[in-house]
């Protein structure tokens, strides 16, 4: 059975940073496209970042780009988000994600097929 676990998440004061991790189990990682999402109260869930099975291509919401970084390491079967000059408006639940089909950077939670439980990011300001 394939689990996806986040951590990392917690407070934070505006301007500052925080690395996310996801580890996936019971499934060989570098086969799945991932992505980062995250839901806010009240909101649907967005598209964050999203990272092709090697690695070597991401991509990002407009909201999130220059300040937030996808990675990944097939070796240890985890994927990473590092958020940086957080703004209050990032105070979300962050759920990492992952598709079986390899859908190419895609930016839709119909893309993935495994999602973790999610972590929360408070930002104060």
């Known amino acids: 059975q394939v689990r996806l676990v986040e951590s990392g998440g917690g407070v934070v004061q505006a301007g500052g940073s925080l690395r996310l991790s996801c580890q996936a189990f019971?499934?060989?990682?570098?086969?799945?496209?991932a992505a980062w999402f995250r839901q806010a109260p009240g909101k649907e869930r967005e598209f964050v970042a999203a990272i092709s099975r090697s690695g070597g291509s991401t991509y990002y919401a407009d909201s999130v780009k220059g300040r937030f970084t996808i990675s990944r390491d097939n070796a240890k079967n985890t994927m990473y988000l590092q958020m940086n000059s957080l703004k209050p408006e990032d105070a979300a639940v962050f759920y990492c994600?992952?598709?079986?089909?390899?859908?190419?950077?895609?930016?839709?939670?119909?893309?993935?097929?495994?999602w973790g439980q999610g972590t929360q990011v408070t930002v104060s300001s």
């Open positions: 019971g499934r060989t990682f570098s086969s799945d496209a």
């Open positions: 994600a992952a598709g079986v089909r390899g859908i190419y950077l895609g930016r839709r939670t119909v893309d993935y097929d495994y």
